[in-house]
């Protein structure tokens, strides 16, 4: 993996890269303020409404993942992005993307990035020439689609980087974090099929672990079936959830499962693609038990991406003093009105 | 470097790893519109505490043995993670401030945090006094050479302190021959036999001061004469180093005066006269047991060739000469009686003015000086004119009315938090930042403070002395 670990990062992100901040060049920007105090930096997206499910009584049971020999490779992509401040034009945000890998019992991993752009008018029409959706992004600051942009950004690094692990191993697993569905503009399927394919030519099994889920059945969340079920068990709720996107583009490229892997474990939604036979999908979930550590029910080969891809404070605090020195820009604070008219009392928890 | 914080007399300061700034240097925040700066020394290093630090180095703590991998960083900006990762913290306090070019020891006014400049400052400039008539190199700070007038010792009391083989004999070794050399007289009083052998090179060759460095062996070539010490200084010697009571002194006074006014002054006559002297049967026994004592330590003889001339001692001493009282292997109460004999001699010969003044080195006094005197060599003895160092390793020895009242302190390291207590009372540095610095002095190295470094402390690497080293400990196994 190493010999190529400049094709991990695709040509064009790097140019959109650099030719996004040179429009910052010279400018003054305000950095995102970080404390030593703050717990967490993820860019959380404001949850959608729960999607309820169809109560049904022919929920089938749980089935027992059967025992298997023989290990294979378990290779996993996460990618983070973080906001590093605000421009007067745009925002500034940065990704950065983790594959690892376990062969044997050892752990490897090719770190990417951090790649930061500019996310403004400019890149939301760089990014709408190469875009497979129909619906084009019209950027505006502080406009909800600022997310798109970055969603658009982060979808693009993540589906190359994933479609690389499903190249670059046979045999093995590929895991990813959250669901095989796509359809939407900025989660285009035309890049799932791809990363899908790839992975079958390669006799690699993709499943990918959702560590939040928004699908609810009898007003519960479903990982909550398998509270009482003895792991390792697998729930299919596939069924449940087609009839929910009837005649939308959104497409469930992934059979859904609610899985529980080990003892003292959370249930996790697990999406397995949905072109391999039932039994060979369930099988891979075996393999993937006995090739890497499953502590809490989740991957460890999963978990050290997510570890490994996740900004800190310390690392924006770095990309800030990157971009000051690289590009020129100037760390201004942002004028507020709240602080100028309210001084100390103009706190930022107050109500607007 | 930026200005961080401001907090009583302590400033912090953040200093990018590429700056290299050890604990004991001294800073200059210059104001360039106030026209002022403030002389900062560090004394410590912390890392900054920046946001996320503790996340990042947990990751990098559980990756880095069980997970192999490389990074992909195509703008290159794990060089600035790195970079503020070993930022750091640089804990100073204020010594004093530059006042349109002109220096002063106080500063009652902030630098701005933003417009400053910090840069190394070189402390000598201020702490030496290159241009005194009596120069000696103490050593190298990390920007120069310090050089300081030993007049700086004149009238003022001293200690060395630090732990074992650190360097204090060294430097008071150093000490004495710059004395000599500008013909003050000092006296040394030698527990270890260290002294012996510093008027010679590591070659055995005579040094410049050679003939002027007198060593007195106990028993060899120190003894004394009854009339050479004279009543006064045996009958304190008999008091304060053999505890005779106040009621037998005055008999044994009665005994001293019969003889001298009888011409008969000698060690037989006194054995003879305490023997039958008409005295209640307690106090003769008392005088006669502590007589014995001095008998059998073979200080005292009644051939003049073979006494101590305490005239000669008069003249060498004027001249600026250093006597050695070599106390190696001599027995705890021999040391006492000597030092006792010695003190009171020399309070003696300078209330006549025989002497100007002595400069006492003391090497660990704990082992020979009684109680009274630690007062009466800060007060009393001071106004005469003995001038002392206390060289110690064990600095609660040194009674506190001591540390309180050192003009000159040379501290070298101490990691022992005992004996940082101790020494912590000086009352010439705040206890913060003698603790800070002490603790992390590499050998040879001592922090100086008080009059000698015009009271900016300074962290310096003690000259190396072409001296024959004396007094390390003998080892069973040579190799």
């Given amino acids: ?352 | 470097m930026k200005i961080y914080k401001k907090q009583g007399d302590t400033i912090q300061i953040i200093c990018p790893p590429e700056e290299f700034v050890q604990k004991g240097d001294y800073l200059l925040i210059e104001d360039k519109k106030l026209r002022k700066g403030l002389i900062v020394q560090v004394v410590d290093i912390q890392f900054a505490n920046l946001p996320g630090i503790l996340e990042d180095i947990l990751r990098d703590v559980m990756t880095e043995d069980s997970v192999q991998g490389c990074d992909y960083d195509p703008f290159r900006v794990s060089s600035q993670i790195e970079v503020l990762k070993d930022t750091r913290l640089l804990v100073c306090k204020i010594r004093g401030a530059i006042d349109d070019g002109r220096p002063r020891q106080d500063a009652s006014w902030l630098p701005s945090r933003t417009a400053s400049s910090i840069v190394p400052y070189p402390i000598e400039r201020l702490a030496s006094t290159k241009d005194g008539r009596r120069p000696v190199t103490l050593g190298r700070t990390r920007s120069d050479i310090l050089t300081v007038d030993v007049k700086m010792l004149d009238g003022k009391l001293n200690i060395i302190t630090g732990k074992k083989g650190v360097g204090k004999s060294h430097l008071s070794k150093l000490l004495v021959l710059s004395l000599v050399k500008n013909g003050a007289p000092c006296l040394i009083l030698d527990i270890n036999g260290e002294y012996v052998n510093i008027g010679r090179g590591k070659r055995n060759e005579p040094n410049p001061v050679a003939e002027r460095i007198f060593v007195l062996t106990p028993g060899q070539n120190l003894r004394f004469s009854l009339a050479g010490v004279g009543l006064r200084a045996f009958l304190d010697t008999m008091i304060y180093a053999l505890d005779l009571p106040r009621t037998s002194s005055k008999v044994f006074s009665r005994i001293w005066s019969e003889l001298e006014r009888s011409g008969n002054l000698n060690l037989n006559a006194l054995n003879e006269t305490i023997r039958r002297f008409g005295c209640h049967e307690s106090v003769r026994e008392a005088i006669y047991s502590r007589f014995n004592t001095l008998l059998d330590l073979e200080l005292f003889t009644d051939d003049p060739s073979q006494a101590f001339d305490f005239s000669f001692f008069e003249k060498r001493m004027s001249e600026g000469s250093a006597f050695i009282i070599n106390m190696k292997d001599e027995h705890s109460i021999s040391r006492r009686l000597i030092v006792e004999l010695f003190i009171s001699k020399l309070t003696e010969q300078l209330s006549e003015m025989k002497l100007r003044a002595v400069f006492l080195f003391a090497e660990e006094a704990h082992f020979y000086l009684r109680e009274t005197y630690w007062d009466d060599i800060v007060t009393r003895m001071r106004h005469l004119g003995v001038f002392t160092t206390f060289i110690t390793n064990q600095p609660d020895t040194v009674q506190e009315s001591v540390y309180r009242q050192a003009d000159n302190i040379f501290m070298f390291n101490f990691t022992n938090e005992h004996d940082l207590d101790a020494v912590s009372k000086v009352a010439k540095i705040d206890a913060e930042s003698l603790r800070l610095i002490v603790k992390d002095l590499p050998v040879h190295n001592c922090l100086v403070v008080g009059d000698i470094v015009r009271n900016f402390p300074v962290v310096v690497n003690v000259e190396p002395l072409n001296v024959q080293t004396m007094g390390q400990t003998r080892q069973f196994f040579q190799d």
Wanted: net charge negative.
């Fill in chain 1, 1 to 352: 993996m190493e010999d190529s670990k400049t094709t991990l990062l695709p040509d064009f992100l790097l140019d959109l890269s650099s030719e996004s901040m040179r429009t910052i060049n010279g400018g003054s920007f305000e950095p995102r303020e970080l404390s030593t105090a703050e717990i967490s930096l993820e860019e959380e997206i404001d949850e959608d409404p729960a999607i309820n499910l169809k109560d049904t009584p022919m929920l089938s049971k749980p089935t027992p993942i059967p025992a298997t020999l023989g290990n294979c490779s378990v290779v996993a992509v996460d990618v983070s992005s973080i906001r590093v401040g605000e421009s007067e034009q745009g925002l500034l945000y940065s990704l950065r993307g983790a594959l690892v890998w376990r062969e044997g019992s050892s752990y490897n991993f090719t770190r990417c990035g951090p790649l930061t752009f500019h996310v403004n008018d400019a890149i939301a029409r760089s990014l709408n020439k190469r875009s497979y959706a129909k619906e084009d992004l019209t950027y505006s600051a502080w406009s909800p689609m600022t997310e798109r942009v970055l969603a658009r950004l982060r979808n693009t690094l993540e589906r190359w980087m994933q479609k690389i692990a499903c190249s670059r191993f046979s045999k093995g697993i590929v895991l990813l974090d959250g669901s095989l569905t796509a359809g939407t503009p900025d989660n285009p399927t035309v890049y799932v099929e791809e990363l899908l394919n790839r992975a079958r030519e390669n006799s690699n099994v993709v499943i990918a672990f959702s560590k939040e889920t928004r699908l609810c059945y009898s007003g519960k969340r479903i990982t909550r079936l398998l509270d009482e079920a003895d792991p390792p068990c697998i729930l299919d709720i596939d069924r449940l959830i087609a009839p929910q996107f009837p005649s939308t583009p959104v497409r469930l490229m992934g059979r859904v499962y609610v899985a529980k892997l080990a003892q003292i474990s959370f249930p996790f939604r697990v999406d397995i693609d949905r072109q391999l036979p039932e039994e060979s999908g369930i099988a891979a979930v075996g393999r993937l038990i006995n090739s890497d550590l499953v502590e809490q029910g989740y991957p460890e080969t999963l978990r050290l991406a997510h570890i490994l891809s996740t900004f800190t404070a310390n690392e924006v605090l770095a990309i800030q003093r990157h971009l000051s020195i690289e590009y020129g820009v100037r760390l201004a604070p942002r004028f507020s009105f709240r602080r100028s008219l309210f001084g100390p009392f103009g706190t930022s928890t107050e109500a607007s």
